[in-house]
């Protein structure tokens, strides 16, 4: 499957012309880890040629300085994902909550949502235990947006705070259309 991907990857990416950019962290994180450890030879030289961004690196250093946002929400509650952790993303994504909201906060409780890919679809306990301390830290606090970048971990701090989380990404496009 790593053969597969890379191949496609390289196909997507015009030969390694073109970024390829991931919304994701958990598979931008998966395709710098998984996919590049398990390709030898010439797979792993190509694959090496494709520069992949994590959604949260290419608002931050490519979108984000080019873009005017005109009106910013008042409070936004950031989750930071594990996988984003790994990749070093983390104060990137908090600084673009903070080009975007006048107050943003970051539970000290949000380590990792639990949901482990999809497995807290089928364990529900997991993100439960995850996510006890986070909901009792967001207290009774009203938020403009609650954020994250990855759809799953959204899901999971859904349920768990009965909050609706998002991807930045959608909050950025709303704020920039205003």
């Known amino acids: 499957m790593a053969r597969r991907t890379a191949a496609a990857l390289w196909r997507w990416s015009d030969g390694g012309a073109l970024p390829v950019m991931i919304d994701a962290s958990s598979c931008a994180h998966g395709l710098h880890t998984d996919v590049a450890g398990s390709l030898e030879g010439e ?7 494709i520069e992949i961004l994590d959604s949260i690196a290419w608002v931050h250093d490519r979108l984000l300085p080019r873009l005017e946002i005109g009106a910013r929400a008042a409070r936004v509650a950031v989750h930071p994902t594990c996988s984003a ?51 009792r830290e967001l207290g009774g606090r009203h938020f403009d947006a ?7 971990c959204e899901i999971g701090l859904e ?4 909050r609706p989380y998002a991807s930045f990404v959608l909050l950025l496009e709303e704020l920039t259309r205003r």
């Open 43 to 49: 797979a792993r030289e190509r694959f090496e040629q």
């Open 85 to 135: 952790g790994h990749l070093g993303l983390t104060g990137r994504l908090v600084a673009i909550a903070e080009r975007l909201a006048e107050e943003v906060t970051v539970p000290v409780s949000t380590t990792c949502c639990g949901m482990a890919g999809d497995r807290g679809m089928l364990h529900p306990e997991l993100p439960a235990s995850a996510l006890r301390d986070v909901d």
């Open 146 to 152: 609650c954020v994250s970048s990855n759809r799953t």
């Open 159 to 162: 349920q768990e705070t009965g």
